[in-house]
């Protein structure tokens, strides 16, 4: 980490970096020169709060070229400065996770390296924050202001196709929100 050099792409395969605002990225681990980002538009908003996506784009060669995958849904619908994540399944980098905001539809699973996405989430609590998969790409993990679920199904395509375990009945953890709170006594 002592020197660094940008891979944000060349020519007209770039990463639009003047707007660009917090970013999710994922790296392959069973190919490191595949990496996804995510990035929030932190200018072009309607409500100027740079909540919107920019875009997704993936590279296959390190960073050198990055392309912009078309067909990415809203994954934040609009608060992708609050949530924004990513992950690739460690044994196949074609299969991507994406999520941020939504209700019912804050996970969306694509099979084929972005080219089309399912959405993936029907029982899942909005505003996702992470997704781990397990090292043998058994389970996928995600975590929300909801608290933890998990599926073993996420390579099941089409829409909804995916059952999610609440793994939350076990757990003492709270959010503590502003603006919200009940005095002790």
């Given amino acids: 980490g002592a020197t660094w050099t940008p891979m944000n792409g060349t020519g007209s395969n770039i990463l639009p970096l003047t707007y660009a605002g917090r970013m999710a990225l994922a790296v392959s681990p069973s190919n490191t020169q595949v990496m996804y980002v995510a990035i929030q538009d932190s200018f072009n908003d309607p409500d100027n709060n740079g909540g919107n996506l920019l875009g997704l784009y993936?590279?296959?060669?390190?960073?050198?070229?990055?392309?912009?995958?078309?067909?990415?849904?809203?994954?934040?619908?609009?608060?992708?400065?609050?949530?924004?994540?990513?992950?690739?399944?460690?044994?196949?980098?074609?299969?991507?996770?994406?999520?941020?905001s939504g209700i019912g539809l804050p996970v969306w699973i694509s099979l084929n390296g972005g080219a089309s996405w399912?959405?993936?989430?029907?029982?899942?609590?909005?505003?996702?924050?992470?997704?781990?998969?397990s090292p043998d790409s058994t389970?996928?993990?995600?975590?929300?202001?909801?608290?933890?679920?998990?599926?073993?199904?996420?390579?099941?395509?089409?829409?909804?196709?995916v059952s999610w375990t609440d793994l939350n009945s076990t757990l003492g953890i709270t959010e503590f929100y502003p603006g919200i709170s009940i005095h002790p006594t």
Avoid: M, R
């Fill in 58 to 100: 993936t590279t296959v060669d390190g960073g050198t070229d990055w392309t912009l995958l078309a067909n990415t849904p809203d994954i934040c619908e609009g608060q992708c400065w609050y949530d924004l994540a990513i992950a690739v399944d460690p044994s196949n980098s074609n299969i991507v996770v994406a999520g941020g």
């Fill in 118 to 133: 399912a959405q993936q989430s029907t029982n899942v609590h909005a505003d996702t924050h992470a997704f781990v998969f």
């Fill in 139 to 161: 389970t996928l993990f995600t975590g929300n202001d909801g608290g933890v679920w998990k599926t073993t199904t996420y390579t099941n395509s089409g829409a909804g196709s």
